[in-house]
Nanobody, 124 residues
Framework: QVQLAESGGGLVKAGGSMKFSCAAS????????MGWFRQASGKVREFVAGISWSGTQTDYADSVKGRFTVSRDNAKNTVYLQMNNLKPEDTAVYYC?????????????????WGQGTQLTVSS
């Protein structure tokens, strides 16, 4: 089994920045893709960003392109999400995800492992 532990989250004003991190542990036996989803209250869960093992493949939701950056440190089995110019509509619970097949996709069903989620609230 693989465990994902997110850190970061909290309250930030619109226009501000925040960085999430997510450390993977357990039976990580192959190259993996990692990323982030989010779910706002009353809305469906949506893909935010993803990154392949090598970092050469990344993908972003249109709503965060140019504002969010996903990165990773494989030596630490950690993925990061740097979020700039935050907007109130970014308010959501953010989930770290891991796909053991090293493929970045936007379909939540592909990701076998999920973190517990961390809340981001952006005030106007």
């Amino acid at each position: 089994q693989v465990q994902l532990a997110e850190s970061g989250g909290g309250l930030v004003k619109a226009g501000g920045s925040m960085k999430f991190s997510c450390a993977a542990s357990g039976r990580i036996t192959a190259k993996t893709a990692m990323g982030w989803f989010r779910q706002a209250s009353g809305k469906v869960r949506e893909f935010v960003a993803g990154i392949s093992w090598s970092g050469t493949q990344t993908d972003y939701a249109d709503s965060v392109k140019g504002r969010f950056t996903v990165s990773r440190d494989n030596a630490k089995n950690t993925v990061y999400l740097q979020m700039n110019n935050l907007k109130p509509e970014d308010t959501a619970v953010y989930y770290c995800v891991l796909n053991p097949y090293d493929l970045v996709v936007t379909d939540a069903g592909v990701y076998d492992y999920w973190g517990q989620g961390t809340q981001l609230t952006v005030s106007s």
